[in-house]
């Protein structure tokens, strides 16, 4: 039978999944941890702490700053040591608060032991406030807060959740190693988040390329319907492999049918995507009241000798974790925060992790050598392999002439940045880089319309 894959465009790049088989093992606390206020989508979060005062593990330091904003926890216990403005990945200044690492103290009621929860409380209002006050975004690399998005706008309503456990581009395997590490907690957390969304059907979409996650998650769903009918409803969907599948308007149009229109929501259509890393954040703080405090990161590449996939407490610099796996190999010219095609490069290795940091990948001279570019041959591959069925060679042309209106009208806020476009062209023309930068521009003019309103 044809596994279900999203209708347009989309491309094969090879898996690389070459850390697949490192388990999680937790990173070594680092002397500090430095705490961005901006590390979701919408408003920076404000400090609830002033410099000197002492600080526990999950301790709130930073309050929602609007609707759609989300608290930041200390990762680490100690002293607050500064709050101000600190070089993020690509050296742009971030408010940031800094704690200086003493022991490692948690906040009473966080319970730090292994056992499984599986009793999910009835109060739905409740529960969505605990995710809130978790500090839980979506880890699937969008980090826009959870309990917003599990908040549907009066008139639509959620017809299915789709847990993403697609995991698509090459290289990174943390979800994957969640999934079969962690599988009770991530279905418990589906449940908690299906119940709030009014008890709706869920899906948990995995790529055809991790038989033994998808054999897993569907004997951990055999075994807690037996439990509970709060299980029910679960069923694991297995997906073609196809980049991006796990995007999340390719996902609903594969698990679905539906298409998400321009500048829409998922909601819109009845779907919400959570990723699986998010439905154990979800478990993590409603059964064992843990924040979002650490994620599972994976360190990989080919030049890489130290495979890893790590469980590291938010706020760690990048540095540390690749000298705690033996420093950064001589070949290696890169490292890129995320997978090779929608990862962004780091031009500062002390630069800490986020909520949503989900791999370091170290590249070669060779693997990021830019081939010499051509002129356009306009063969239409690009558009061929774009999966928002955008016209990249038009949209690349458009931003380098600052067209900004013809940009809007082409819908150049609608790509993904998913770089498919990129990865197909044979002129080698670097789309994406060029895209992104017309995508902010059309962006902009939509927010600064919005405004004057
Ligand atoms: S990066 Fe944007 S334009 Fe290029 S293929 Fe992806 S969605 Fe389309
Ligand atoms: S793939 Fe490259 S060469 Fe072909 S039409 Fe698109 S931009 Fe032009």
Request: proline fraction near 7%; hydrophobic fraction near 40%; aromatic fraction near 4%.
């Amino acid at each position: 039978m044809r596994k279900p894959t999203f209708s347009i465009g989309g491309v094969h790049p090879h898996d690389s999944k070459i850390s697949r088989e490192c388990r999680i093992e937790p990173m070594p606390l680092p002397d500090s941890a430095f705490l961005a206020v901006s590390q979701h989508i919408g408003a920076p979060a404000k400090p609830l702490v002033a410099v000197g005062d002492k600080v526990k593990v999950g301790q709130p330091i930073a309050e929602p700053g609007g609707f759609v904003s989300a608290y930041i926890h200390a990762s680490v216990s100690g002293t607050v040591k500064s709050i101000a403005p600190r070089a993020d990945l690509a050296g742009n200044p971030v408010m940031t608060i800094e704690i200086a690492r003493e022991g490692d103290e948690w906040m009473e009621g966080i319970d730090q032991s292994d056992t499984l929860v599986t009793d999910i409380p009835d109060d739905n209002k409740a529960l969505l406030e605990k995710i809130k006050l978790g500090g839980i975004v979506g880890l699937g690399g969008a980090t826009f807060p959870t309990h917003v998005k599990l908040s549907p706008p009066p008139g639509s309503k959620c017809e299915r959740l789709i847990i993403n456990g697609c995991e698509c581009e090459p290289y990174l395997t943390s979800d994957f190693r969640v999934l079969l590490e962690k599988g009770e907690q991530v279905i418990v957390g589906a449940a908690i988040l299906k119940q709030v969304l009014g008890g709706v059907p869920c899906t948990v979409a995995i790529e055809e390329n991790k038989p033994e996650a998808i054999a897993h998650i569907n004997e951990v769903i055999a075994k807690l319907q037996k439990l509970s009918p709060k299980f029910n409803g679960i069923e694991v969907m297995t997906m073609k492999m196809r980049y991006p599948q796990g995007g999340e308007k390719q996902l609903i149009d594969a698990v679905m049918h539906r298409q998400v229109g321009s500048g829409a929501l998922p909601i819109s259509v009845g779907a919400v995507v959570q990723n699986v890393g998010t439905a154990l954040a979800v478990y993590d703080m409603v059964q064992k009241n843990k924040p979002l405090i650490d994620n599972t990161v994976t360190v990989t590449g080919e030049c890489f000798p130290h495979q890893a996939n790590l469980l590291v407490r938010v706020g760690t610099p990048l540095r540390s974790i690749l000298e705690h796996l033996g420093g950064i190999p001589e070949e290696a010219v890169k490292v890129i925060s995320g997978g090779p095609m929608m990862g962004k490069a780091v031009a500062n290795l002390d630069a800490a992790t986020l909520k949503g940091t989900g791999a370091l990948l170290l590249l070669t001279e060779k693997q990021t050598a830019r081939k010499e570019e051509g002129p356009c041959i306009r063969c239409g591959k690009c558009a061929e392999a774009c999966p928002m069925g955008l016209e990249p060679f038009l949209l690349q042309k458009l931003s380098r002439n600052g067209d900004v209106e013809a940009l809007e009208a082409n819908a150049a806020q609608d790509c993904i940045e998913c770089g498919c476009c990129l990865y197909s062209c044979p002129a080698n023309i670097p789309l994406l880089d060029i895209i992104r930068l017309g995508k902010a521009d059309a962006m902009k003019a939509i927010r600064d319309r919005a405004a004057k309103k």
